[in-house]
């Protein structure tokens, strides 16, 4: 049910897609930052993994219950609650005194950020007709990857001459035009009219599991991190389990297993997401640590991979709604799975024009991805399932970037173990750099299979 007002549709695209600037530019701003912040707190590989990591995380513990939350008391109220989240959390993060509080405030940042992203495709969804819809999304994924693109320039330049905690508060002001141009400005609220009681027991286990595993990761190689990720494991089987017998399940778990589009283009994402997301964080690092870059050259450099997407979405999702998604998503894929294997042969002595092409081919093949595959995970579902459906494309992504770091953290653990990155261990570095793009070029190649196998929208 929609409680309408006539706020135009073109406002509330606006809308949020500024949001969806937000989001990217706070993630990349802060990759670019992290040798600065670990300056500052002396702090080792795995904890500076954290400072990344933090939001993810959130995001992929709240995305599914925040959705759900949404379709039951109205997804304008959680999309607005969410920005006033977000910009308290930043304010706090700008002021941070330790490394610890640092991580915690991103983490609540993280959960205003799934608030926001939760319910913002479905908005988009409820208000864009069927044949618009694509061209809708891809104006979505272009202002993301715009954020992209300014983030590690700005980024950089901030940390180089203001300090990384300018990253922070640069940011307030622009959240706080955005708060009071959704109060002003959407009239609307979006409620389902048969939405099922919320499943707040499902959510807890749903939520904890994320945790116990990231937390068992972060402290490999001790023998107690296995205990944590067998607990998270089994915690997670457990919830799955659950969601097939309780009445008011917190993920529309028929989704997956009646309908194959949804299903294996939601896989193709995850996959895609593991695979190419920590490549900004691991080259954010090896351009400032192994090259010697500024923060600001680096940033510079870093802008090649976003531009390229922000040029290629937009056109990539209108296309989507002439032919079938998958051709173009998987010749997206292909295109990431060269790249990063191109990535797995860097060091010491790579020059920036390889680097930049690299980056060049990888966001190419990201641009050719990602539009068309969330225009084929919408299109596959009823208006009912907008809200679940947005919540959990969103936490594929967000799941999927959380892996990305997963697989660093882990490679980092073993095979740098818990010191400061110094000149000491910048070999043990790209070590661990060239072991995870060779696995997350395999991963590409994986997302191609299911990309495949979706079968045809049409």
């Known amino acids: 049910m929609i409680i309408s007002n006539n ?6 695209l606006f809308i949020v897609a500024v949001s969806h600037f937000f989001m990217p530019y706070m993630i990349t701003t802060i990759n670019i930052a992290l040798p600065a912040i670990g300056s500052e707190f002396s702090i080792d590989a795995v904890i500076l993994n954290w400072v990344a990591s933090a939001y993810l995380l959130a995001s992929a513990m709240f995305l599914i219950p925040f959705g759900k939350l949404a379709d039951i008391y109205g997804r304008k109220k959680i999309f607005t609650i969410g920005f006033i989240v977000f910009t308290v ?9 330790s490394a610890f509080m640092l991580i915690l405030f991103r983490f609540i940042q993280g959960t205003g950020g799934a608030m926001i992203s939760s ?8 208000v864009t007709p069927l044949a ?10 272009a202002v993301v990857y715009i954020g992209q693109t300014a983030g590690p320039l ?11 905690r300018s990253i922070f508060y640069t940011l307030v002001p622009l959240c706080t035009v955005l708060i009071v141009l959704i109060f002003r400005k959407i009239k609307e609220e979006w409620v389902e009219e048969n939405a099922e009681k919320f499943n707040y027991t499902s959510s807890v286990i749903y939520c904890v599991t994320f945790l116990l595993i990231m937390y068992g990761l972060s402290l490999v190689p001790e023998t107690t991190s296995i205990v944590f990720i067998i607990l998270g494991v089994l915690g997670f089987l457990y919830y799955l389990w659950r969601e097939n017998r309780v009445k008011n399940p917190l993920i529309e778990v028929s989704l997956f297993r009646k309908n194959r589009v949804f299903a294996f283009s939601n896989l193709a994402a995850l996959i895609s997401y593991s695979a190419t997301y920590a490549v900004i964080f691991l080259l954010s690092l090896y351009l400032q640590y192994i090259l010697g870059l500024s923060p600001q050259m680096a940033g510079l450099i870093l802008m090649s991979k976003a531009i390229v997407q922000s040029i290629f979405s937009p056109a990539a999702g209108s296309l989507s709604d002439r032919i079938d998604p998958k051709m173009l998503a998987s010749a997206g894929m292909a295109l990431s799975a060269i790249a990063l294997f191109m990535m797995a042969f860097m060091n010491t002595e790579t020059s920036l024009l390889y680097v930049i092409i690299a980056l060049v081919i990888l966001g190419l093949g990201i641009g050719l991805f990602v539009s068309p595959n969330t225009n084929a995970i919408m299109s596959s579902v009823e208006q009912k399932y907008y809200g679940v459906s947005s919540a959990t ?14 697989i660093v953290m882990l490679l980092f653990a073993l095979l740098i173990g818990k010191v400061e990155i110094t000149p000491l261990y910048y070999d043990a570095f790209l070590v661990a750099s060239r072991v995870s793009f060779i696995v997350f070029g395999l991963l590409c190649f994986l997302s191609i299979f299911f990309s495949q196998a979706r079968g045809s929208l049409r």
Request: charged share 10%; glycine share 10%.
């Open 7 to 12: 706020s135009s549709s073109k406002i509330i």
């Open 132 to 141: 618009e819809r694509g061209k809708a999304l891809g104006i979505i994924v």
């Open 89 to 97: 959390a930043t304010i706090l993060a700008a002021t941070s005194t």
């Open 119 to 126: 319910t913002a495709i479905a908005i988009i969804a409820s």
């Open 393 to 406: 494309l969103a936490t594929t992504r967000s799941l999927g970037q959380l892996f990305s770091m997963a």
């Open 154 to 164: 700005i980024g950089g330049v901030l940390t180089q001459h203001f300090g990384w």
